[in-house]
Nanobody, 122 residues
């Protein structure tokens, strides 16, 4: 299963940006989907996750500003980012796990997208 992320770019502080990530392949079911980010010189961190059922989870620094959502029919996850700050700068990676239809039946997958760069200028 492959993930492809879109939507990064250069914005000014206070502006908004929406990222999207589409999963493709012989997908049987997607369980959790999420977004992570890696700032320059720092480790990759969780931004938000959205399970197939249940509540979404956000890291404290983005609560009230970012919204994660998903379109199950399109196997796509979105991240709406409002009131962006310079500290939101980084490469954003999408992530998904679930089951795919392999040649020998259903198999689990855990895939990462290629990353999309978000730069917020002050």
């Amino acid at each position: 299963v492959q993930l492809q992320a879109f939507g990064g770019g250069l914005v000014q502080a206070g502006e908004s940006l929406t990222l999207s990530c589409a999963a493709s392949g012989m997908i049987f079911r997607i369980n959790g989907m999420g977004w992570y980010r890696q700032a320059p010189g720092k480790q990759r961190e969780l931004v938000a996750v959205i399970p197939s059922g249940g509540s979404t989870i956000y890291t404290d620094s983005v609560k009230g500003r970012f919204t994660i959502s998903r379109d199950n029919a399109k196997n796509t996850v979105y991240l709406r980012m409002n009131s962006l700050k310079p500290e939101d700068t980084g490469v954003y990676y999408c992530n998904a796990d679930g089951l795919y239809s392999g040649t020998q039946g259903l198999r689990a997958f855990h895939s990462w997208g290629q990353g999309t760069l978000v730069t917020v200028s002050s």
